[in-house]
């Protein structure tokens, strides 16, 4: 039947196309000149029929809406990033002139030398320092089409609104699927899996939730991020994990190189000179400068920095510092040693020359030395900086000595006193307002540098003289404003506002009934009693926080913590070997028994031999996270 139609069709569009021909024909001939002479037309023309291709190829496309939607984003896209292109090259050879460089030959190391010479900054955050990068890199890539012209999805998985990430999860179970398959089929064949068919993770970590959105250009959530690592992790505990180490690999990034280990050091090679003498350079660095030190052997003790002599250059506690190594290692007297230094002040150069000095030595010495040069810490780069100075401040930690007196002048502005006495002028009752509210104010920010008991010392003395003696209760810590940040006050002052129920600034029992009661339980009057009784005295907010103080008096924040464990982190990667930090803690400090190491690494976030310590200080002053969250 189809065949017959078509057929059908067919001769009636060649029926329709010969008539056409025929008439223009005609229609030409009687508009020619009349002197032309005139021929007869053919019976039948030689017309071919139309393919089907041709037909399909005239018809009209239409677009979809979201087609045409990504197609007008996209083209405002390319619009704008065409000028922001044109205006960073333009840019890039203006720069290039400034600084004397080949505009066709600068690159983006000589950029961004050029930008922090021009403009220098010392901005904490490095987010907010002038930068020159191409408009690839700061502006955020769009996906590309996801659907064709008709609005149809390429991807079956597109619907999830997370296609990409749900493709990885699919592949994820797929393949551990598959490995399960394939164990089974080896146990039937009686052949037990090996170590070396499991993948070995050692030296890596899966890639953050950041990195993660950027691989795919998705938005993934805290909770699917979770799932993704479970999926991960579930994959490669497979006993043929090996099997997909590349797939695997995609969402993993090393910390460290293979070749490297956290307990060795790289030794340098020995030389030598002209005169046939041995000897080894290494560069020592101390915070962000260096020094170039070469060592030789058979020395005297001669001491050559920067074309100067030791005594000439460095003051007697520096040439202490410099000789350490030359003490520890037992050896003073017997290399000579020559430096050149790159910045820095005299305690920096001579921190920088004793770091090259004892990695020179390590070609020199047995490993036994290594190791003591190593335990006392001249082995290590010493990245530590100067603390920045903060804002009204003498200096990074330091606090003005005048504040006492003048924040009791400002609360000596008694509010009834000043009303009753202004209470017929407007004019100075407006007057009051203000300065009212700005010695509140400035009470307030004195009150995030300032330690509270010095105030009420301060306001103390003061009342005592008047012969006023108040009873006032102890504190257990001296300073409980600084003892925490500003972000974990303003929490305990939420959670303080939500346990005042009726807002008075104080907490009663009545106001621990009614929060207990909005929580749906019923709490005895003896609990109550308990916990009201734990305050020596009124329970306003400073009393609040105090009692939080108490609880972690004696603790170190948890940044000192992890800044503490970092001093070992060479590479910064977060992670400490676990058997390099056993050495440690029983060879140095209180030297704890491998008993007691035992019952630290119990919970300790250990995982694959390196030993977390941004997650263990998070622990040590938050708690562990609940398995359940």
């Known amino acids: 039947m189809i065949y017959i139609f078509s057929n059908f069709s067919m001769t009636m569009m060649n029926r329709y196309v010969v008539k056409t021909v025929r008439l223009q024909v005609v229609s030409r001939r009687l508009n020619s000149v009349a002197g032309e002479g005139m021929k ?3 019976d039948k023309l030689n017309i071919q029929p139309l393919s089907k291709s041709f037909v399909s190829s005239r018809k009209i496309v239409q677009i979809s809406k979201a087609m045409a939607a990504y197609l007008k984003s996209a083209s405002d896209r390319k619009i704008k990033m065409d000028i922001e292109i044109e205006k960073y090259e333009l840019g890039k050879r203006h720069l290039a002139n400034m600084m004397g460089f080949d505009a066709d030959a600068i690159t983006k190391e000589d950029i961004d030398n050029a930008i922090r010479y021009l403009f220098p900054s010392g901005l904490f955050s490095l987010k907010s320092r002038p930068i020159m990068k191409h408009p690839d890199e700061l502006f955020p890539r769009i996906k590309s089409a996801e659907f064709d012209t008709d609005g149809r999805p390429f991807h ?13 999860m699919f592949d994820c179970a797929e393949k551990t699927d598959a490995l399960q398959r394939y164990e089974d089929t080896q146990l039937r064949k009686g052949k037990f ?15 953050s939730r950041e990195q993660l959105q950027t691989m795919l250009s998705e938005n993934v ?3 699917q991020y979770e799932r993704f690592l479970s999926a991960m992790n579930h994959l490669t505990d497979q006993s043929y994990s090996l099997r997909e180490k590349d797939f695997i690999m995609k969402f993993r990034r090393r910390m460290c190189d293979e070749a490297t280990t956290l307990l060795t050091v790289s030794t340098p090679e020995i030389l030598y000179d002209e005169w046939n003498r041995k000897y080894a350079v290494a560069v020592g660095k101390r915070r962000k400068h260096s020094a170039t030190v070469k060592l030789y052997a058979n020395g005297t003790g001669k001491f050559s920095i920067d074309n100067l002599e030791l005594c000439d250059f460095f003051s007697q506690e520096s040439r202490a510092v410099m000789l350490t190594p030359f003490l520890t290692a037992e050896c003073l007297g017997m290399y000579d040693v020559i430096a050149e230094t790159t910045g820095g002040g005299e305690s920096t150069k001579a921190g920088a020359v004793r770091h090259g000095i004892a990695l020179a030595l390590c070609a020199f010495v047995s490993e036994e030395t290594k190791m003591k040069l190593r335990l006392n810490g001249l082995l290590t780069w010493d990245r530590r900086r100067h603390e920045r100075k903060k804002v009204a401040q003498p200096g990074a930690r330091k606090k003005w000595t005048w504040y006492v007196e003048f924040v009791f002048h400002i609360s000596k502005l008694n509010d009834k006193a000043l009303m009753r006495r202004f209470q017929n002028d407007e004019e100075k009752k407006s007057t009051f307002a203000v300065v009212n509210g700005i010695s509140k104010f400035v009470t307030l920010m004195l009150h995030q540098f300032v330690s509270v008991d010095c105030l009420q010392q301060g306001m103390a003395s003061r009342v005592n003289r008047k012969g006023l003696n108040r009873k006032r209760f102890q504190r257990a810590t001296s300073n409980i404003f600084a003892m925490f940040s500003q972000a974990q006050i303003q929490e305990f002052k ?27 339980k019923d709490v005895s009057d003896d609990i109550l009693d308990s916990m009201i009784n734990e305050s020596p005295g009124t329970i306003n907010f400073t009393v609040f926080l105090t009692l939080f103080g108490e609880k972690m008096t004696g603790t170190d924040p948890e940044e000192v913590i992890r800044n503490a464990f970092q001093c070992f982190d060479e590479e910064g990667t977060g992670y400490i070997k676990e058997e390099y930090l056993r050495e440690l803690l029983t060879t140095m400090g209180d030297r704890y028994t491998n008993e007691q190491v035992d019952e630290l690494f119990k919970d ?10 941004v997650e263990f200080a998070r622990m040590l002053k938050h708690g562990a996270v609940d398995k359940d969250d």
């Open 40 to 42: 007869e037309l053919p």
């Open 156 to 168: 079956f998985l597109f619907y999830t609104l997370n296609a990409s990430f749900y493709q990885i």
């Open 193 to 207: 899996s090996s170590e070396e068919a499991h993948f070995d993770t050692t030296g890596t970590q899966w890639i």
């Open 221 to 223: 959530s805290e909770v």
């Open 494 to 520: 939420e959670a303080f506002n939500m346990i005042d129920q009726n807002r008075d600034g104080f907490i009663d029992k009545e106001d621990l009934h009614d929060m207990f009661a909005s929580l749906g």
């Open 604 to 613: 300790a976030p250990i995982k694959n031999n390196f030993f977390n310590y």
